[in-house]
């Protein structure tokens, strides 16, 4: 209640005072929300953002681009009552998919800063930032999708992402593999250098999953996700390598693709049969 009354009183504050003193606000904030280690601090950050914006609307309107990042990646956050208050400022205040493309660079920029946080939950909201902020880009261009330069900027922050294994969220982070191969042609066509590494994030192993590459580096990141053990992402993991595999950007997955899609079934079944089995013994003891 105490830090909350003091966010109302500098929002009120806000109003009459100097941009240095605004942006010393937005640098403040932006510092207690990625370096402390509590969740309350992270709160605090939101309160103050959020009591800016609603005390001294044209001051925050005016200086949009020092605090809709932060406001953008921290709305990923893990803590409920910290991704509550950062969206509803981002609701409030933004005019949704068209705002994130404003400030999409400044977003990648500020969540590719993060993605090597030593705090899951850092990291964790900076890579699915990326993707949201992919996936809103590609909706407010509609059927002319995500620019050369937004493609160019993203792919780098979202590889690094991928580039961990799995956890519980992480299948958000891979609906951005499937937004660049959907929305992003004109980029993939003239860089086969991320073509390959689609492909290698497509098709390996989180644990002991043997990559399959026959002919091309290029069929891995799609299958090494799809790969990876973990039964709740897989089939999110799945539908990506399907989206990968149809892209015509990416070629010669197909035989690739069989031989995994076959190993993941034949675990499958495997495990099938250790559940009767052990539900036979049961019934016999």
Not at 122 to 140: F, L, N, Q, Y
Not at 149 to 161: D, V
Not at 174 to 203: C, E, M, Q, W, Y
Not at 275 to 282: G, N, T
Request: some cysteine; charged content about 25%.
């Amino acid at each position: 209640m105490v830090s909350s009354s003091y966010a109302v009183s500098l929002g009120y504050v806000g109003r009459t005072a100097s941009d240095e003193a605004i942006l010393k606000v937005a640098n403040y904030v932006t510092k207690l929300y990625f370096e402390s280690e509590d969740e309350r601090s992270r709160t605090i950050s939101g309160e103050i953002i959020r009591a800016v914006a609603k005390y001294a609307t044209d001051r925050f309107a005016s200086l949009a681009a020092a605090f809709l990042p932060l406001v953008f990646v921290a709305h990923n956050d893990e803590a409920p009552d910290v991704k509550t208050l950062f969206r509803e400022t981002w609701d409030d205040n933004t005019g949704g998919n068209r705002a994130a493309s404003l400030y999409f660079q400044e977003i990648i920029t500020l969540a590719s800063e993060h993605l090597g946080s030593k705090r899951w939950v850092i990291k964790h909201g900076a890579a699915v930032a990326v993707a949201e902020a992919m996936d809103a880009v590609a909706k407010s261009r509609g059927d002319s999708g995500m620019t050369e330069a937004e493609a160019s900027a993203a792919w780098p922050a979202l590889k690094l992402a991928l580039a961990e294994k799995s956890w519980d969220g992480k299948e958000r982070v891979l609906a951005g593999l499937s937004t660049l191969v959907t929305h992003a042609s004109n980029f993939l066509t003239t860089r086969s250098d991320v073509t390959n590494d689609i492909a290698k994030v497509s098709f390996s192993d989180g644990k002991s999953w043997v990559c399959i590459v026959t002919n091309a580096v290029r069929k891995q990141i799609a299958l090494r996700e799809a790969g990876r053990r973990n039964a709740k992402y897989r089939p999110d993991a799945v539908k990506t390598l399907g989206d990968v595999a149809a892209s015509p950007s990416v070629r010669d997955m197909y035989d690739d693709t069989i031989k995994l899609l076959g190993s993941i079934i034949d675990d499958m079944a495997d495990k099938a049969t250790d559940l009767v089995d052990d539900h036979a013994e049961s019934e016999r003891l």
